[in-house]
């Protein structure tokens, strides 16, 4: 009964905090504090997926990251070209690294135990 209380307040805590940030930042003028918030999200959510893999499906994939960074990449090759919009780039970056992984999903799904380890090192 005392870890759900524990994980209740840590909840409330965390969200509280990051519903109070942006605020903070806008009347503070500081960018820095978004910036940070917005690469602590976007890696819980690299680790929530990963999570998710582990826990529910009990496979273990090293090229997990592959994904997120194809994503990234994606977005960095459309900013480097003059493309800026966010509503443009999220879903190319969504799409392509969709893509890559069904490709590399159907190869994976063919195999278990240490030559899916593998084949997803690789």
Not at 65 to 83: D, N, R, T
Request: charged share 5%.
């Amino acid at each position: 009964m005392k870890l759900n209380r524990i994980k209740v307040w840590l909840l409330v805590t965390v969200s509280g905090l990051l519903l109070v940030t942006p605020p903070i930042a806008l009347v503070l003028d500081e960018p820095f504090y978004l910036t940070v918030i917005g690469r602590i999200m976007i890696f819980a959510i690299a680790a929530l997926s990963l999570d998710l893999i582990l826990g529910f499906g009990g496979m273990i994939s090293l090229g997990h990251a592959a994904y997120l960074g194809i994503g990234a990449y994606a977005v960095g090759i459309l900013s480097f070209y003059g493309i800026n919009n966010a509503w443009l780039q999220l879903p190319i970056a969504i799409f392509g690294s969709a893509i890559v992984a069904f490709i590399i999903g159907i190869i994976c799904l063919r195999t278990s135990g240490i030559y899916f380890i593998m084949i997803t090192l690789a």
